[in-house]
T-cell receptor, first 112, second 114 residues
């Protein structure tokens, strides 16, 4: 079976740093994705980790520990436009990226 | 630019009717997927396809069917719409192989069954 847990909601202040955690228990593992989804819009890709460690991309970083079944998404220098839902997704099938199991998402609210 | 489009964007239908949601991609991707997203929840996989004439069931496939007659399109059919199928439906596509690091999503179809 597949189980992915994320906090339901988080609030942070503009300019601050926020860390969104994701823990997973899946029957297989071939990569972890983070997607951003603004209200009423489609998910868009943020990051991908398949090996342990930190991947940095501008203001966004993602970390993975496979032995702990744990990942986090770090957002720095928060902006109001970062208010969105952040979806953690685990790929068990190595042949393609779309067949992933998603967590319920973390709704981040950025306040002035 | 390549894209993935869904139609219609909004649909209201009656219980028991057959409904088809369209998905068209110009990425030339082999892999296509249908997810549903209910309020406050993540995406759940309905059906997926790895290529022409290939279709597979996802975790919530009951009451849905798909067909893949060409690379570009994966229509989703609700055989007999039920109120429990009121949801937002997202189509996605991705390239093959471990080098594929992301799925591209359509803008979604909001379906209401009354």
């Amino acid at each position: 079976g597949q189980n992915i847990d994320q906090p339901t909601e988080m609030t942070a202040t503009e300019g601050a740093i926020v860390q969104i955690n994701c823990t997973y228990q899946t029957s297989g593992f071939n990569g972890l994705f983070w997607y951003q989804q603004h209200a009423g819009e489609a998910p868009t890709f943020l990051s991908y980790n398949v090996l342990d460690g930190l991947e940095e991309k501008g203001r966004f970083s993602s970390f993975l520990s496979r032995s702990k079944g744990y990942s986090y998404l770090l957002l720095k220098e928060l902006q109001m436009k970062d208010s969105a839902s952040y979806l953690c997704a685990v790929r068990a099938d190595p042949t393609n990226a779309g067949k992933s199991t998603f967590g319920d998402g973390t709704t981040l609210t950025v306040k002035p | 630019d390549a894209e993935i489009t869904q139609s219609p964007r909004h649909k209201i239908t009656e219980t028991g009717r057959q409904v088809t949601l369209a998905c068209h991609q110009t990425w030339n991707h082999n892999n296509m997927f249908w997810y549903r997203q209910d309020l406050g929840h993540g995406l759940r996989l309905i059906h997926y396809s790895y290529g022409v004439q290939d279709t597979n069931k996802g975790e919530v496939s009951d009451g849905y069917s798909v067909s893949r007659s060409n690379t570009e399109d994966l229509p989703l059919t609700l055989e007999s719409a039920a109120s429990s199928q009121t949801s937002v439906y997202f189509c996605a596509s991705s390239g093959p192989g471990q080098g594929a690091t992301e799925a591209f999503f359509g803008q979604g179809t909001r379906l209401t069954v009354v």
